[in-house]
């Protein structure tokens, strides 16, 4: 199980670089999308996998099962998860603004505004 | 007291939420936002005043103890960063209070709704990040911080920050996800996320320690890049120049002062305190050294190459980060001590010019160096010159500004420890810093005013641009923090003593560790073993024995 979700990790780290370093702004967004979800991945797998039951204490006792489930990696990817769709969608946001044509229909020309010396 | 460590968290998230409940820029949004920021400093000094007479002071939140719940600590360094961040948002708010608004149509100051209530949004992301003691809350506040600057880099809307902002966003999150990813890693290793209780895990060497083991060094290293990104440290500084010179100019000033400085104190926490022999390692193989004096060097000379006022300060701003970067790597007590007295006196000078460029802009209504606009300002405004002078000449680290006390410092302790060419190149970086300052001056302040604008004959500054009111707190502030850099300077001796007692304790992370956690996670996991809930450690933790966290 754990060398299928590694496998899996290195998988989505590859293709969100590959992503990433195209020219289109769109694919860079979809590349950070997949890295993200390969490092929850892999906080997942670095925590350990393991078929066991919950981290829950059953009614009446003051103990969850003597095998049970990490609950602190969850809780991490948990976070990781709400913090990247947080900025994730704040740069949808942006790049849908900064592509927005203008009454022409054009896209502006990303030009150094101080490339060139005013006036 | 432990309650004073979590104030500078309540306090500006208070003021940011209640500040934000105000209509925008209007007296309500002020007074809430400027008073938060006050009250915040003054929660800052008396967090430093304890914490300089007990050494640390640890608040276990939720009262879950280390290693197992979030602690948040204070010792002197986090303490005397806490406080500057204060101060740093209360001068860059009340600048801010005349940047919120719209300028005439010509100046091209656009609105920007809500500029205060974000910046105290900030400041909170900032002050966690410099109070945390785990790791992964250490990422949720350098998110918490990110969110922030994203949107103050974005308010106002110009094309040119959009741009800026997409960059900037991009690399802070690819540098948020190798962080992530170390975290995870971390985790699986040693199952704890303490700073103290990683420290040490990861202290014992030799053959057969955990901290001798390559996967602690890939550990470290993927950390060490992740907060090289935030610290803009030269291979991967390029989202520095590239957004910092767009937004507004308190903006500017803010993020200056403190954004980079969250990267460079998340560096010498992982290498004094998470991991201390990785950290050892790097600096004996040079790898810190290399990266501050390349540091340095690149960042003097991009800012050489540029003729816009706020790029060449980003560019310098690369350069001073290998400057405090110096002192880790020199390593010495007295090299930490010097690094954190540049931390201080590069916070006040950096986000001082910003400011000035800001005045520069106001009165002038360009920030490029060879505009025609922007000469004569020697005559136009004689105060702004001279704290523009007194600012820049810190900067250079020529006496008695604080820069000098700052460089003094680094160069000295790199004396001692014989680190030679490091010195060299410091020494060196300081005349070319000297040559950009003198560029501004010579450009923007000694130049007769008219002579090519006559010339080409469209050069002339439209007269709304150049502000003809008086640029009221847009020059009290920077003249009343270049008075701050003199001052700190002049008096060095109190700060210097403060920054060397930090330095000491930065160097010797063991009162820390004891201060955080008594025990190592897997003690109290086996001495709690019998007892009660938690006992039971989780098998899901592939870090076999040395796991740390159960259940709680």
Known sequence: MSLVLSITVGVLFATGVFLVLRRSVLRVVIGLALISHGANLLIFVAGGVARVAPPVAAAGTTAPPTQHADPLPQALVLTAIVISFGVLAFLIALVSRICQPDAAGQVADDTDQYAEVRP | MTWLVALPLVIPLAAAAVGALGRSGGAWQRWVSVGGAAGLLGAAIALLVEVDRVGHIVL?????????????????????MVTLT????????????????????????????????MMNFLLMGVCGAFLTGDLF???????????????????????????????????????????????????????TLNFADLGRATAVGGAGGVGASPEAMAAAVMLLVGFGIKAALVPVFFWLPASYHTPSFAVSALCSALLTKVGVYSIFRLCTLAFPLQGEALRESGVLAVLAAVSMVVGVLGA??????????????????????????????????????FFLHHAVVKSNLFLIAGAMQERTGSNHLKDPAIAG????????????????????????????????GLIASGVDAGAWWLVGIAAGVGLLTTFSMVKIWSEAFWREPGGE?????????????????????????PVALAGLTLVMGVAAGPL?????????????????????????????????????????????????????????
């Open chain 2, 86 to 117: 204060a101060a740093a948002g209360l001068w860059c708010m009340i600048y801010a209070l005349r940047e919120q608004r719209p300028g005439p149509e010509a100046s091209g100051r656009p609105e920007r709704p809500f500029l205060l209530p």
């Open chain 2, 137 to 191: 809350n250490l990422y949720v506040w350098f998110e918490v911080l990110l969110m922030a600057s994203f949107v103050l880099l974005t308010l106002g809307n110009t094309r040119a920050q959009l741009v800026g902002t997409l960059k900037y966003v991009v690399l802070n999150l690819l540098s948020s996800l190798t962080f992530l990813s170390a975290a995870g890693i971390v985790y699986g290793l040693y199952g």
């Open chain 2, 304 to 341: 050489a190459s540029q003729q816009q006022v706020r790029r060449i300060l980003a560019f310098h701003s690369v350069s001073q980060m290998g400057y405090i970067l110096m002192g880790l790597a020199i390593g010495t007590p007295a090299g930490m001590a010097a690094a954190v007295l």
């Open chain 2, 60 to 80: 276990h939140v939720g009262n879950w103890h280390a290693p197992f719940g979030i602690a948040l600590v204070a010792d002197r360094f986090g303490a005397l």
């Open chain 2, 496 to 552: 210097a003593a403060m920054c060397t007692r930090a330095g000491a304790q930065l160097a010797d992370p063991s009162a820390y560790i004891t201060a955080v956690s008594p025990k190592r996670a897997s003690e109290v996991n086996a001495a709690g073993a019998a007892a009660e809930a938690g006992g039971e450690r989780p098998v899901g933790n592939a870090s076999g024995g040395e796991t740390g966290r159960a259940a709680p």
């Open chain 2, 453 to 477: 604008a006559a010339a080409d004959g469209h050069g002339a500054v439209t007269p709304a641009a150049a502000g003809s009111g008086g640029l009221g707190l847009m020059l009290g502030v």
């Open chain 2, 377 to 408: 300002l020697m005559r136009a405004s004689p105060l702004l010159a001279a704290a523009f002078l007194l600012t820049a000449l810190s900067l250079a680290g020529i006496p008695p500004m604080s820069g000098f006390a700052g460089k003094l």
